[in-house]
């Protein structure tokens, strides 16, 4: 792991999901880019002192030359150094797990796919809501033609975090990497939520826009970065679509909403209800669909215990570590990736998540115009 | 009544909304312009064969020749007619509860605004969700401040019945007039139900917006006027809005709903669950305010029996009627309109719905560039 | 209209359910014991003075031999002058549309059946929540075998009201008939409320109960009645059910909830959200069923405006008003009653419910032993 | 591990629950009582060979004579087995984490007891529901007042797997041990899923019920045990409850709900949603409180990530995990458990678990007669 050190709450997070399953051991890490925090991290999470590293880059290097070297990395830092790291395993031989985006730039994020591609390894971007089985389950409906041609995909994610009085205080906002370009990428809301908005849409509906137009805004004073964004989408099938995403919306948690709209019925997903999946057929009646009682490899595969037993958050993040280590095996095997891991978020989805940052950024520049995408 | 024959839905519900409160008694209409057609409603309705007419402007002139006239009338016709039939009888000195939108045009609509202050007549536009105990509540908490300031404001208004097959069939779109811009007005969902969530977002957070944004779209092959409309809003204190509204999203009935988002806390109105209301504290937990429960003027006013006890559509439609009545009664008595039924929305309040359906043209027209309202 | 007058809930429900779909005229009534009060409440309501009485006798006396004399008559006084008030108008011929419970006695409950049957006259009861759409769908979906065989029905009534501090004041508790047996009858919650949630599981479930056993209890200090009864109910069939009502349930309005499993299905409806009736296939997914939505002939019976136009309890109380009309309209006819008006609740539902109070009495009195119904 | 060879569903679940938080290692097992399949199983989950034992009994001898034996077994056999595996590794000084119920007989549960308590050792007992985070802020809300004194604890818990088809087939029921009074006890239901809603009611009321009344019920032909359990209580403090446990409830999943209602307040928990608790007081309107938003020790001690982020089913059995880690840690240490963890369910509830049953066991056998706790 590279990042993630005392008091990083996704860091946490990449460990317990990784355990869940019984697919991985933490045995390295790079916990932070300060090295005493660094070393005190790993000793809290019993890492053995030689395998605790201050330098992302030595431990490519040392744990690629290692006959026990690890065989993937979990890249949970701050977004700028998500390409850098990300670069150092890949051209080390090692299969990378990163948090989303992918990067800061479009270039960087492709340069990453065609390094990906040439090493032949496995790069999964933890789009964590892709790893729901009521999600898969709604990719799997609208594949297999459940709801008829997509009309209109709504999506939205609002939290109000970011107007909390600790959130707010000039402070914290002048300290904490979100609030800095440098270290956040040219955007707030936009690539924190924004990007995973607009990977369930894509990942659910099946299709992507062609063509967008936007408005950011800041409603914390002074702040370099969108707090907030509104988005329209147009498909290339006439179907059209909004994203609202916001950090600033009162009483909301994590609010990730999804409705797809076809000509034959709707589905809507809620992040906070994740056992459930809504259908609703055009005229008719609602269906509450459950966790457990559909049927469907994509939902089976992604679940663990019965319909009625919730599972939450963790257990989707459990899902990537899971199909990613799937991934791995296969591969190491020499053999094609097995059908049901193939739905884990890769770089290619990392690269269309900047593409639609750069889209959002230029249309806004723009004064909303359309652009495509 | 004009308007409102055999068969016409919203006749019926206008009826049933004067009688509820038992403010009006039902002695005159021209129901229908076919002359057989309304002279066979009134008879099934009971109406003198005498009060029963066959055109409207003779039956604003009759009756305000008669000692026991009408003192008002409902107009539940086709859009085109609206303005038409308004002018009519508040010529003829007769209050006017008219159907939304109040026309096709703005002139027409600035003309009635003009006619009815000269006039000193009451004007009520039947926005019918403004007359809901807790959207009544709901605009009280944000002028007391409950919210704070306004920060966003989103509204939704979707329904499914364009999509089905009896709407699709181009036979019945050649005919129904809410598909013929001549007596429907230059849009369709935008002035059929887009009006609608603009008056309620208006109506609850006390702010208007003054740019707008706007794409409209028809997913119905050749039909002249939109079924669908997505809009983005712009407030002078520097709120953001958006609105969307379709008749072609599977699987929802009459799903108007509003989120007003400020920065102590958000609210939250369900059309479809319309005796409760949901406030949720920034940080904090939501509460599930119930009609009947809720201490305020403006939701005791709007209701009739105990909490628990559901209110419905035709309670709220009910409620315009009532306020109505109170005007009316107010100046027949030469004193000032009693401030708990002052909310009912008036020929202003239509004013600014056709200045919303011409911003919302503008904007399309441009390429979906900010217009200002 | 016997009881009824100024301040008296109910009263005015009866007059709205009956004026709502225009099938009655308020013409004359006998508003309260108190003759003063009778005659300001008659004067308030627009009464002619002559038809204005002091006495119920003297009503059913002087309008049955009027011409124009009433042709029914409404009761909603305190509960131990129903059977007295009901035998008077139906010795002079009127129809009767009482409210619940039929009687205090069952003896009486008895005597009024015989009385209706012999005089041929319409005696509608007002159990309000039969006259939902959704609550006639759901009968209707028992009675057409749509979940199977009838396994278990659990319903339960809670309210807090009785909680209060208002009315846990005993000044109020001295003089509030419901709290005095010898005008409430002898229970308190179970014949307020456990009356209704007995009639609405019996009237969906199709079946009625052989056995009970009962808990009654007050926890209110002092109060004769009951406050509060828990039941346990066998069928024939085998199956099992409960029943809970109470009205110091803190935080419950007005929670009437009904669930009936079957041995295919399940549903559930709860009175706080009546458009809605929710049924769930053994092993599978819930489904919400919407007035306006759902086909089936009981359902569209009783109801006026599309899905998504939510209607509430008035239009339930207004539906009892409607089907009471038709049935004096076929009775006038010399036709037999329309079968989409034959689910009114009647007489013999009135002495149904007398007969689970009795058995709940003795259920409670001897220790809560098993007793036949 | 004794139990949870292959294809068990629990002890998967366990292997998880001990996993998730990182404090427990799973190094030895005598997973299934058939020789071959208890190596198989094993094998699967990488225990060194030595360490897979077929015998419970030697493993409990084995492993207490190794230096790196283990701490603590979780037992999740057949419940028939629960007191003798538990008996011999407590003999043997190793702490257990067993499933419930505790035993089959209350005398086995009270040896436990004694046992337990001779030895100094852990006992925990895995009724999970008390293990979510809202579960645990009910109990705290509750115990500070928040409701006022506890009147009415109604409690259900409802399944339908037994009456699917599958379930139904007697040769699935002849040799499921479920089904087998030998092996599972003298209760089906009750002991199955009663005992755990009896467990949340007073893990959170606070409070034990001294009578209770039953009603048991088999709607599965010709099934020894019961399907089905209907249960009236009463408390000390004259507080009123109902307890429904079913097999047979056509649609639901795992549907344990409670309501506790106080005089100030009450509260409601689905486990179906655990991240809410519905709390409302007298007269006023619900609050939905939500993990990682509540302030309180209790709950925040239960939770791991942000609000927002559902947790569910295996985080709070995980849960019991950690506090039983705590427990042990702190007892290695010879100090007093952390009051945070002192939550957990101990042996001493499974021996009022089984006292339970057999109270319902003998009003039942009595015509559902009023019989001590």
Redesign the interface.
């Known amino acids: 792991m590279v990042g993630g050190g005392d008091g990083a ?1 996704i860091g ?2 990449h ?2 999901a990784a ?4 697919c991985y051991e933490f045995v390295a890490g790079a916990l932070s880019s300060d090295a005493q925090r660094a070393i005190a991290s790993g000793a809290a999470l019993r890492l053995e002192p030689d395998r605790c590293y201050t330098d992302y880059r030595e431990m490519a290097r040392a744990e690629a030359a290692r006959e026990d070297g690890i065989d993937v990395v979990a890249i949970v830092t701050p977004n700028y150094l998500h390409a850098p790291v990300a670069t150092a395993f890949l051209e080390a031989g090692i299969h990378v797990i990163c948090d989303k985006p992918l990067g800061i730039t479009l270039a960087e994020g492709e340069a990453l796919v065609d390094l990906a591609r040439a090493k032949g390894l496995v790069f999964a971007l933890t789009h964590t809501y892709s790893g729901y089985p009521m999600v898969r389950h709604a990719r799997e409906l609208v594949a297999a033609g459940a ?2 041609e997509v ?2 995909v ?1 999506v939205e994610y609002a ?3 970011m ?2 009085a600790a959130a707010q205080d000039p402070a914290f906002q002048a300290t904490d990497w979100h609030n800095d370009a440098r270290r956040a990428g040219p955007t707030g809301c936009t690539g924190d939520i924004g990007t995973h908005a607009f990977h369930i849409a894509g990942f659910v509906s099946g299709i992507q826009p062609n063509e967008l ?1 936007a ?1 950011m ?1 800041s ?1 914390t004073p002074n702040r370099a970065l969108d707090d ?1 964004v ?1 988005v ?1 989408l147009r498909y290339p099938n ?1 179907a ?1 679509g ?1 994203l ?1 995403a ?1 950090q ?8 990730l909403k999804l409705r797809v ?6 589905l809507a997903f809620d ?5 459930e999946l809504w ?12 966790r ?3 049927r469907g490899d994509a939902a089976e595969h992604a679940t ?12 989707a993040f459990a899902q990537l570590y899971r199909d990613g280590a799937a991934q791995i095996h296969a591969m190491v095997a020499k053999q094609p990736p097995p059908a049901d891991a193939a739905w884990l978020p890769a770089v290619e989805d990392g690269v269309a998540g900047l593409r639609f940052i750069d889209a959002v950024l230029e249309s806004d520049r723009r ?4 652009v495509s995408l």
């Open positions: 709450f946490a997070v460990r317990i355990r869940l399953d019984d709801i008829g009309r209109q709504h939290q109000d975090w107007a909390d137009l408005e805004h409603f907030h509104q329209m006439g059209r909004t609202w916001s600033m919306a009162a009483g909301c948690e994590n609010a709209f076809g000509t034959k019925a709707s992040q906070e209800h994740p056992n259908i609703t057929p055009q005229g008719g009646s609602a269906q509450r669909l459950t457990g009682r559909v663990r215990i019965p319909s009625g037993h919730p599972e939450g958050y963790l257990e004064g909303s115009r359309w």
